[in-house]
């Protein structure tokens, strides 16, 4: 997948990864790049086409894909924390995860994902799609987790009209949702670079950190062993 001269989409462009996706883009000479936020007035990117856009509006999805017409690459970006415990009080918070998370990234996929054959879609999952860590985290990392496994499936699913579906996983940013947490953190930009590289090069998936790297290991081994110390696991 050639990023020069592609036309592109970034969902969630207003901010954090999302913005440094919509620059990445640019710079690397996609010819147009559509950044798009339920608030396209604050975006501000030189050199991008602003475009509202809503993950848990349908007529917002099918108005944007309406606007773009055909599209040679989709970045689902977008995505929402609450802080979620899974057995508190309410629901309410889980389901706006998933609403975003999941059923979102599949509607914004499932209006686009006829223009974009030959083409390609990078979803932006997490090191939490494959492993819990706090109460706090533990709605979002569901979300996640079905997030992960759309993207297995729309990729089988896209295979035939030659659409490439890359997955970038990641822990620990400098955006926004990291900031209350005192800790080292990739800039937005590097792992925005690795993604793109990736997308470049046909990769299914992209593992921008070692945290991340340690989490998706740990997957074929005996989870006692994982969760003892979750510390050591994802940063020894």
Do not use: C
């Not at 000479?29 to 396209?40: E, I, L, Q, S």
């Not at 998370?101 to 223009?115: E, I």
């Amino acid at each position: 997948m050639l990023i020069n001269g592609a036309k592109a989409l970034v969902t969630g462009a207003n901010r954090g990864l999302g913005k440094a996706f919509a620059e990445a883009l640019v710079a690397r000479g996609a010819a147009t790049v559509y950044a798009t936020a339920r608030r396209p007035e604050l975006i501000d990117i030189p050199g991008v086409v602003a475009l509202p856009l809503d993950l848990t509006d349908q007529a917002s999805i099918d108005a944007a894909a309406a606007e773009v017409g055909d599209l040679d690459i989709l970045v689902n970006n977008a995505g929402i924390s609450t802080d979620a415990p899974l057995l508190g009080p309410s629901t309410e918070n889980i389901r706006r995860e998933f609403e975003t998370n999941f059923w979102g990234t599949l509607n914004v996929t499932r209006a686009f994902a006829p223009r974009l054959a030959g083409g390609a879609i990078l979803n932006v999952i997490s090191a939490l799609s494959w492993y819990a860590f706090a109460p706090s985290s533990n709605g979002y990392a569901a979300s996640k987790a079905a997030e992960w496994s759309l993207t297995n499936g729309i990729r089988l699913e896209l295979a035939e009209q030659k659409t490439q579906v890359t997955a970038l996983a990641l822990a620990i940013a400098d955006t926004d949702m990291m900031a209350a947490y005192d800790i080292p953190k990739l800039p937005p930009h590097e792992v925005v670079a690795q993604a793109l590289d990736g997308l470049e090069a046909g990769r299914l998936e992209v593992i921008a950190d070692s945290p991340t790297a340690n989490v998706k290991a740990s997957l074929s081994r005996d989870p006692a062993l994982f969760y003892a110390d979750i510390p050591a696991a994802l940063f020894s």
